[in-house]
């Protein structure tokens, strides 16, 4: 097998912190209806904080991709398969942000959030989209709803992109004999 280009150490790093911490707030959000009433407030705060800090690391890592090229694709890949994997890839940073963003807006135009502040993990004060808390109740209601469903929407474009994602891997992997896993595995030379 021959030896694969490797992304850099930060890129690894930013992409393996990200994916768990996604897949760990999606997780949480969706077995957060089965928590005892106590722990739902504290359990949506810390998907809140988890959102936020992906928006950061997100950021961090766009500035870093823009900064840094990634190894080249595999020189036998189809034309097809570059254009998806660029695209795909497009989809994904831009699901990185827009999720935690959309979010942001929807947690910014909740009817009480004067009443619940926003703490990163129940320590750093965070502050919420001031021109979105100032809107009128009834158009704070219906931000409040749109910006839902859009996150909503959003979570479900990033499940399928996921599966695509890690299926593309796997097939370069053991299917087209290229070592694409070990472009992005930590620790491996």
Do not use: C
Not at 49 to 75: A, C, D, E, K, N
Not at 96 to 109: E, Q
Not at 149 to 162: D, E
Request: cysteine-free; charged content about 15%.
């Amino acid at each position: 097998m021959v030896v694969a280009d490797r992304y850099t150490r930060t890129a690894i790093t930013l992409h393996w912190l990200i994916a768990v911490l996604m897949i760990g707030n999606v997780t949480l959000i969706l077995f957060v209806d089965t928590f005892p009433d106590a722990m739902v407030r504290p359990a949506i705060n810390l998907h809140k904080s988890i959102g936020l800090t992906v928006l950061g690391l997100g950021l961090l890592r766009v500035l870093w991709r823009l900064s840094h090229r990634p190894p080249p694709l595999p020189p036998g890949m189809p034309v097809w398969e570059r254009l998806g994997a660029h695209a795909a890839h497009l989809v994904l940073y831009g699901l990185i942000l827009g999720l935690p963003i959309s979010g942001w807006v929807h947690d910014s135009a909740f009817k009480s959030a004067g009443d619940f502040p926003l703490y990163l993990y129940g320590v750093i004060p965070w502050f919420r989209i001031g021109p979105i808390m100032a809107l009128d109740p009834a158009t704070k209601e219906q931000v409040h709803t749109l910006w839902f469903q859009i996150h909503s929407s959003l979570a479900y474009v990033l499940y399928a992109m996921v599966a695509l994602h890690i299926l593309g891997a796997l097939k370069h992997q053991f299917i087209d004999k290229q070592p694409e896993l070990q472009r992005m595995l930590p620790g491996r030379k």
